[in-house]
């Protein structure tokens, strides 16, 4: 093999290697990690189910797949499924705001009670009876009211 | 689409229904699915799936975002919402259903028979799923699994994918209800 054609399939190798190395880095590559990307809206869970109940499409053109904050208050913290969630009060009694935490969120959540006022940052999925937020973390967090 | 209208205006009738007793509600009922095949195995999780069922008609209803499904890997959850599963068209997928032969009153479990309509993609199927129904003092858990054949609601897979997707995947679900009114 000439010393030109040792260079192109080096250079071949290298590009197929690094396109592999991107590929799986890409491809495993967990989840989002909330903490690192920057709020696009901001909002109260009050203002949140309500846009939802008044109109759903135009609510999800706006909040679906962003990252939002949320202000709010604590209706309920549940363990269900080995999941952490907080349920934060809407704009009725019978819609709320479903916040799945991300894991490192646990030790915090745990010192969350109801009634008490927080902020917490999300991805907005859409709305079935409540909206429904993942990969959830506090922030900000007030004390209790 | 109809049937959607159909499910959303029982939900809404669930709520706006004076006689809530007989009525049990679950936020966060999980459902999982799962692909198995000889080049690799694929697995999401749903957890903030709602359903409703009124005792009184025996007859249930469950409603869920198809995008809060939650993945291993951030590919798959990409390929599964934009190519698959297109959730910004169908962004719901929903049963509605009656328990065949069931008593809410009698303690402990109970198997029963579901039968009604599973609709993903607005494309209705009908379903016949073998469940358990636990009743624990007026809470109800109810578990089961069944197949969903991938063709049957015209997902497209294109050919170089199409080892890594199972032809028929498998559901499993568990919701625990809690009477509607908290």
């Known amino acids: ?145 | 689409m109809n049937r959607i209208i159909i499910l959303l205006s029982l939900l809404i009738n669930f709520t706006d229904s004076d006689n809530r007793s007989d009525q049990v509600i679950t936020r966060q009922g999980q459902v999982s699915f799962f692909s198995y095949t000889s080049v690799e195995n694929i697995e999401a999780k749903n957890n903030q799936v709602l359903s409703i069922i009124d005792f009184s008609r025996s007859e249930i209803a469950i409603s869920m975002l198809m995008n809060a499904f939650v993945f291993k890997k951030s590919l798959m959850h990409e390929h599964f919402n934009e190519s698959y599963i297109e959730s910004d068209l169908y962004p719901k997928a929903t049963f509605q259903g009656s328990i065949i032969d069931f008593d809410p009153l009698a303690e402990g479990i109970q198997t029963k028979m579901v039968k009604g309509t599973l609709t993903i993609r607005d494309i209705a199927k009908e379903v016949e799923i073998k469940t358990s129904i636990e009743n624990i003092d007026g809470t109800y858990l109810i578990t089961g699994d069944f197949e969903v054949v991938v063709k049957d609601f015209e997902i497209k897979i294109p050919p170089i994918l199409a080892p890594n997707i199972a032809k028929n995947i498998s559901i499993k679900f568990r919701f625990e209800y809690q009477p509607y009114e908290k």
């Open chain 1, 1 to 145: 093999m000439s010393k030109k054609n040792k260079i192109t399939c080096s250079i071949i190798t290298l590009l197929l290697l690094g396109g592999l190395y991107i590929y799986f880095e890409f491809y495993n590559y967990p989840r989002i990690d909330i903490d690192k990307v920057s709020t696009e809206i901001k909002t109260s869970s009050k203002n949140l189910t309500a846009s939802f109940i008044q109109n759903e499409k135009n609510a999800n053109s706006i909040y679906k797949g962003k990252i939002i904050e949320v202000e709010g208050v604590v209706k309920e913290v549940s363990f269900l499924n080995n999941r952490n969630t907080v349920i934060l009060y809407g704009d009725n009694k019978y819609s709320g705001v479903l916040c799945d935490m991300q894991s490192n969120q646990m030790i915090e959540i745990r010192k969350l009670v109801k009634g008490q006022k927080i902020m917490l940052k999300g991805v907005c999925k859409g709305f079935l009876k409540d909206a429904i937020l993942l990969n959830c973390m506090l922030i900000n967090q007030q004390s209790n009211e």
